[in-house]
């Protein structure tokens, strides 16, 4: 049974960073996907960036890219998403999700992940 803490969401002024961390204990190796996901009010769930932990490929949603990074450290099980040029576009809730036993070398955005955290709330206002 995987267990999430994310953590480092918050409230950030326009153009400002934030680090979201998204440590899955009971990942028993590292074929596997760690990905980030949000959700605005009255929106559907959008993929935002996601990455392999054997390969370290990534992959971005386009309307993040070139402002988002994710990285991870496999020793942790932890995933990070480095969120930089914020805008209130970006004001939701941001769910980590982790696919396990995935033996390919990318890794994708669709929502169909195996376990889900709980979220963090990430605020963008001035």
């Known amino acids: 049974q995987l267990q999430f803490v994310e953590s480092g969401g918050g409230l950030v002024q326009p153009g400002g960073s934030l680090r979201l961390s998204c440590a899955a204990s009971?990942?028993?190796?590292?074929?596997?996907?760690i990905a980030w996901f949000r959700q605005a009010p009255g929106k559907d769930r959008e993929g935002v960036a996601c990455i392999n932990l054997s390969t370290n490929y990534t992959h971005y949603a386009a309307s993040i890219k070139g402002r988002f990074t994710v990285s991870r450290d496999n020793a942790k099980k932890t995933a990070y998403l480095q969120m930089n040029s914020l805008n209130p576009e970006d004001t939701a809730v941001y769910y980590c999700?982790?696919?396990?036993?995935?033996?390919?070398?990318?890794?994708?955005?669709?929502?169909?992940?195996?376990?889900w955290g709980q979220g963090t709330q990430v605020t963008v206002s001035s």
């Open positions: 009971g990942i028993r190796s590292d074929y596997a996907l």
């Open positions: 999700a982790v696919e396990t036993d995935w033996y390919a070398s990318r890794c994708h955005l669709a929502p169909h992940y195996d376990y």
